[in-house]
């Protein structure tokens, strides 16, 4: 499967953009789909991830302020992302999956395809 994330941006501290990844090749149905994000200087971390059943798990950073989605029909899947924060700045990841457990989901190995970033900047 290819992946392709769009939406990123410039925004202001608590403004809102969503994010996109649009995915090609495979049936997009049978991933699971995750979001990360890296920040200069640091490793990627988990941010959401949906499972093909549409069960959803959120990094405590972003629980209550993101929102993963999936729509299967358009082969999509999104991040809606509000109350942003300076710390929120990063590229942030698309990735598809099919062979991990439901507790591995986390962690990118589980995952066998990425997108190619998309940056999201939020100022202060």
């Known amino acids: 499967v290819q992946l392709q994330a769009s939406g990123g941006g410039l925004v202001q501290a608590g403004g809102s953009l969503r994010l996109s990844c649009a995915a090609s090749?495979?049936?997009?149905?049978?991933?699971?789909m995750g979001w990360f994000r890296q920040a200069p200087g640091r490793e990627r971390e988990f941010v959401a991830r949906i499972t093909r059943g549409g069960h959803v798990a959120y990094a405590d950073p972003v629980k209550g302020r993101f929102t993963v989605s999936r729509d299967n029909s358009k082969n999509t899947v999104y991040l809606q992302m509000i109350s942003l924060k300076p710390e929120d700045t990063a590229v942030y990841y698309c990735?598809?999956?099919?062979?991990?457990?439901?507790?591995?989901?986390?962690?990118?190995?589980?995952?066998?395809?990425w997108g190619q970033g998309t940056l999201v900047t939020v100022s202060s």
């Open positions: 990735a598809a999956g099919s062979q991990g457990i439901l507790s591995s989901l986390r962690k990118p190995n589980a995952y066998a395809a």
């Open positions: 090749g495979r049936t997009f149905s049978n991933y699971y």
